[in-house]
């Protein structure tokens, strides 16, 4: 039977799938300690892990990639196939380790993170936080109905960008377009991107996504779009038809030198339990693009990004947020329409042609259409 939180709410059970005796306990010990999660069963390959399926049905399954007998891909398309359950892939970043776990993103995983490492205390404490969190994002995007989250303290914007006392500068007439995603991002940025043309503005992103991921994610969607896809590199100019994606494990800035836009990269806490934060992108956005940026907040657990909409909004930009029939976890974009942060809430399929329309028009900032 599902246990229960105070208030008779339920909690999330969890199969955990890994050939690593360690990697098994030590996830064990990290799901079971959140108060909306428990630990129903843990198996040491594919094959098992169907048994205990077949006894009782969990509500996520953390799986490997690389196992004996089965190796985690096979499983997770002969899950999706005949009995679809949310699955998060924990996998190391070796080699074509990260190759491997996108292409799982591409057949119904729901997230992505890195297999914690046993070293030190605070990459054991992160990683318990993005781990729990991904797994109750998986668990909700199965259109459960919501549960009370439990809020762990975390830091903002503020840990990594002061807010700009000054409005930002006007000068250049080029328009940059920031967006903000996590779980269900990944799919949801192909949509996007594959509807941008040649010549579209130049993009900015952060994808909550582990480290080297998103190299690879980044070359995934570079062949699949009209526009060059790269991951972001310290002092990357930011020019038209290309996006830059935020490296896994590093905050991404917007600045400006004259009226060239480039991106800053750089190290520094969890903000709004992320790394990079979507938060720290947008801040950086509302300092030195203002009405000359549109901004658009994506499908994703919890509310990074929110508040930084919120400040691209106040300082001229036009600001979206993805509705809730087109995410798949209705939470950063949910908290975003819940404190005024958007001028316009649009399903996935109509984000980027609005995109385009207001970076065409002479002015980015302005109110919703009717």
């Known amino acids: ?11 999330y059970r969890v199969l955990i799938v890994d050939d690593s005796a360690v990697v098994r306990k030590a996830l064990s ?56 359950i949310p699955i998060v892939i924990i996998s190391s970043l070796a080699g074509s380790g990260s190759e491997t776990a996108i292409k799982a993103l591409e057949i119904g995983a729901v997230d992505v993170i890195a297999k914690p490492s046993l070293g030190t205390r605070e990459f054991i404490e992160e990683a318990r936080v993005l781990i729990c969190d991904a797994v109750k994002a998986a668990a909700l995007s199965r259109r459960r109905p919501p549960v009370r989250h439990i809020v762990e303290p975390k830091l903002t914007a ?26 269900g991002g990944t799919e949801a ?19 909550h996504m582990p480290e080297k991921f998103t190299t690879t994610f980044a070359a995934h969607l570079d062949e699949e779009c ?15 038809g290309r996006a830059l994606i935020a490296p896994g494990n590093r905050h991404m800035l917007l600045k400006r030198s004259g009226a060239r836009y480039y991106v800053e990269i750089k190290d520094g806490p969890l903000v709004a339990r992320h790394r990079p934060s979507v938060d720290v992108l947008f801040r950086s956005g509302a300092g030195y ?13 919890g ?3 929110a508040r930084g909409l919120l400040e691209m ?58």
């Open 1 to 11: 039977m599902t246990g229960t939180l105070a208030g008779d709410e339920k909690k």
């Open 29 to 84: 010990a990290i799901i079971s300690g959140d108060p909306q999660l428990s630990v129903m069963a843990v198996a040491a390959d594919p094959f098992i892990a169907a048994d205990k399926i077949r006894e009782e049905v969990p509500d996520v399954i953390t799986l490997d990639v690389e196992m004996p007998r089965m190796d985690g891909i096979t499983f997770l398309q002969k899950v999706m196939s005949q009995r679809p």
């Open 158 to 183: 503020d840990a990594v960008i002061s807010k700009r006392a000054t409005k930002a500068m006007a000068q250049t007439t080029d328009k940059v377009v920031l967006i903000g995603a996590s779980t």
């Open 189 to 207: 940025l192909r949509v996007l991107l594959r509807d941008m043309p040649p010549d579209s503005p130049g993009i900015v992103i952060v994808q």
């Open 226 to 240: 009209r526009i060059t896809v790269k991951e972001a590199a310290d002092d990357d100019t930011v020019i038209r």
């Open 289 to 301: 693009a203002g009405k000359k940026a549109v901004a658009a907040i994506l499908t994703g657990m």
């Open 303 to 305: 509310d990074d990004g």
């Open 313 to 370: 909004k106040e300082a001229g930009a036009y600001a979206i947020a993805q509705d809730e029939g087109s995410c798949v976890v209705f939470g950063m974009p949910k908290e975003a329409i819940k404190i005024g942060a958007a001028n316009e809430v649009l399903a996935l399929k109509d984000i980027g042609r609005k995109i385009l329309d207001r970076c065409r028009s002479s002015s980015v900032a302005g109110s919703a259409a009717s």
